[in-house]
């Protein structure tokens, strides 16, 4: 569930502030944890499609940053499906009182566009493993198959995964820009409801 907390004005002032809901710590363990996953991913994404399709260097190290690429896409993929399923079932706080009706929009649109892209970039890997057929991880296990081997139709999975992947980094990129925009510029209490110690600059 949401938790309020009073987030002083700039000149440290509490009162006459309205309440500023904050995410649950359940809620904002599974951020964090996604984020931090994500500064993995992407560069082990970058550098191995750089070695496997650049340099077309297939050596053990191309082939341990595929296995890390593949498994951190299934834990990614699995721990926004359970983050989703939480914010359905909690709720998540209401917007932050002091703003416009379009920044709450372009807010809300911008967290279901993560949502999406979080459960379709992954999911359209793994489908694409699937197709070629490369499940193996690190030569101890096989992922499980979605989808029957067809290396054609895995070319069209991998495209979209990639095209997507670029999305993705941009929501990314925006999401942080505003958090930025809204501490540094604005001084409202939208990062704070992530990082409630955070108090308003």
């Known amino acids: 569930m949401a938790q309020r907390e009073r987030q002083p004005n700039p000149s440290g002032a509490s009162a006459g502030m309205p309440e500023v809901e904050v995410y649950s710590p359940v809620a904002r363990a599974f951020h964090w944890i996604v984020l931090v996953l994500l500064v993995i991913q992407i560069p082990v994404g970058l550098v191995m499609a750089y070695r496997g399709n650049v340099l077309n260097v297939w050596d053990a190290l191309t082939n341990n940053l595929y296995s890390s690429h593949k498994l951190l896409g299934v834990t990614i993929l699995a721990i926004v499906l359970a983050r989703l399923a939480y914010r359905l079932l909690h709720g998540a ?6 703003l416009e009706w379009w920044q709450k929009a372009a807010s809300h649109v911008t967290h279901w566009s993560l949502y999406g892209m979080l459960i379709v970039v992954p999911l359209l890997g793994w489908l694409g493993v699937s197709r070629y057929p490369a499940l193996n991880i690190f030569g101890l296990f096989n992922l499980p198959g979605l989808v029957a081997p067809d290396k ?28 930025m925009f809204h501490h540094f510029i604005r001084k409202d209490g939208v990062l704070t409801r ?8």
């Not at 706080?93 to 002091?98: G, K």
């Not at 139709?153 to 942080?176: Q, Y």
């Not at 992530?194 to 600059?201: A, E, I, Q, S, T």
Request: proline share 7%; aromatic share 8%.
């Open 194 to 201: 992530m990082l409630p110690g955070l108090r308003r600059r």
């Open 93 to 98: 706080p209401a917007d932050e009182p002091t």
């Open 152 to 179: 054609q139709a895995a070319e069209a999975f991998f495209f979209l995964h990639k095209a997507l992947a670029i999305v993705l980094v941009l929501l990314i990129g925006a999401h942080v820009g505003a958090a």
